[in-house]
């Protein structure tokens, strides 16, 4: 009999017991030490160290509640499909993600790979720090996950089962809530709009029925086109960087979904991240930010091809123009949910630091505004934006008419 056959929400001494417990990584004198370090909205994320060796892993536990409202609940068994999912992601996108060690029914806990030597990104952007080899490497783990799990790739019935498997109907539903209809119909009254821009959000998104018609379309189309095994949340929180290496983590919101919807949550957070560079005056950081932005786009179309050449299996797919055809949909989509992301972490209930910790008033209401209106340029043009430059110059022009205004 253990402590750890019943469920229950551990502190910082419990995880200590539990690894030791549960796993043989650490020798039966470690030292260990353990520190919750998790600043997500949804689990408990714990740091185990043997201090006489500096070995570490990560205890991940979801909690019956989520940490960003705990009138919001959840199933706790959400993470073992987040497991899964990662596991299959380290298989097909090698060294870009981190390896999963265990995964515990009972406790709803994944022990995993400590990516020590990095730095979250969306810390590392505050700091205003940049990562040369970035673009490579995401959209090197964008195409390897998101193309091998197609219907361009796989086998469809082997597909099939996999959209059966990967089912995450209540990840599924915040994203359907928060992302894809509050922004700008406020429904259930949860939207945290900064104070100073309250008209603008009343003129600009509440009242544009022509924005929300094309809001639904995007949510319809996230509800309904089960295209690849989507990573669901890709934004900056979810990814480790240093100078070499990037890894992607945290697919809690993994589903058979649209493509767009993570290349759409990339480029928007780095958008983001150029707010806070821009407002604080870093230019060279904010240059980069700009050149990833074309990177990241127009290295995944290269790339997309490249693998598709060498690894489609649909013979209708290989037609003459269905490619170009299909990369023309993901890009559209792409640049739909860059505008969601971009107007839903402004008004919406899940917000990011990037912006929410610009202090001054008159900067912090001036991005807002700029990310409301470059989101409603890219959801309003998305069948226009066809490349990287394509998507930069549609968030410049929105910066450069806005500060005209001011
Ligand atoms: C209620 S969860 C809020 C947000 O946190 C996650 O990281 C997702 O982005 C979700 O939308
Ligand atoms: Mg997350």
New binding site residues.
């Given amino acids: 009999m253990s402590r750890f056959d019943t469920y229950f929400l551990m502190k910082e001494d419990d995880v200590v017991s539990y690894v030791m417990e549960k796993s043989d990584f650490f020798p039966a004198d470690a030292v260990l030490e353990c520190k919750e370090i998790g600043d997500?909205?949804?689990n408990y994320v714990f740091r185990v160290e043997d201090k006489s060796t500096g070995r570490s892993l990560i205890v991940k536990q979801a909690g019956e509640t989520l940490r960003i409202s705990k009138d919001m609940t959840l199933s706790t068994d959400r993470n073992k499909k987040e497991a899964e999912a990662m596991q299959l992601h380290h298989a097909v996108a090698p060294g870009l993600v981190p390896e999963v060690y265990a995964y515990d029914e009972i406790m709803c806990a994944s022990l995993m790979e400590d990516i020590r030597d990095c730095q979250l990104m969306r810390h590392a952007l505050i700091e205003h720090k940049t990562f040369p080899r970035f673009a490579d490497q995401i959209t090197t783990f964008m195409v390897n996950t998101l193309l091998s799990t197609s219907d361009l790739v796989m086998d469809h019935q082997a597909k099939k089962a996999l959209v059966v498997e990967y089912m995450n109907p209540e990840l599924c539903e915040i994203t359907e809530d928060l992302v894809l209809t509050e922004p700008v119909n406020d429904v259930k009254g949860r939207n945290k709009v900064f104070p100073p821009i309250l008209e603008f959000v009343e003129k600009e998104l509440y009242s544009d029925k022509p924005l929300q018609l094309e809001v639904a379309k995007l949510k319809f189309t996230f509800l309904q086109k089960a295209e690849a095994l989507i990573h669901g949340?890709l934004h900056t929180?979810?990814i480790f960087v240093n100078q070499e290496k990037t890894l992607v983590f945290?697919p809690?919101f993994a589903f058979y979904g649209p493509i767009g919807y993570d290349t759409g949550n990339v480029i928007a957070n780095l958008f983001f991240a150029w707010g806070n560079g821009n407002t604080y005056g870093a230019e060279t950081f904010c240059t980069w930010i700009e050149q990833t932005v074309v990177e990241v786009i127009d290295m995944f179309v290269e790339k997309f091809k490249t693998r598709f050449v060498a690894t489609a299996t649909d013979v209708m797919a290989k037609t003459d123009g269905f490619l170009d055809w299909y990369i023309a949909e993901i890009l559209s989509d792409t640049a739909g949910y860059t505008g969601t992301e971009l107007l839903r972490r402004t008004v919406g209930m899940a917000q990011n630091i990037d912006i929410t910790s610009i202090e001054d008033e008159a900067a912090r209401a001036r991005i807002d505004k700029i990310n409301i209106l470059a989101g409603k340029a890219f959801i309003m043009n998305r069948d226009k934006i066809r490349s990287g430059i394509d998507f930069l110059n549609t968030f410049l022009a929105v910066v450069k008419r806005q500060d005209g205004r001011q």
């Fill in positions: 997500g909205n949804l949340d929180g979810s945290d809690e």
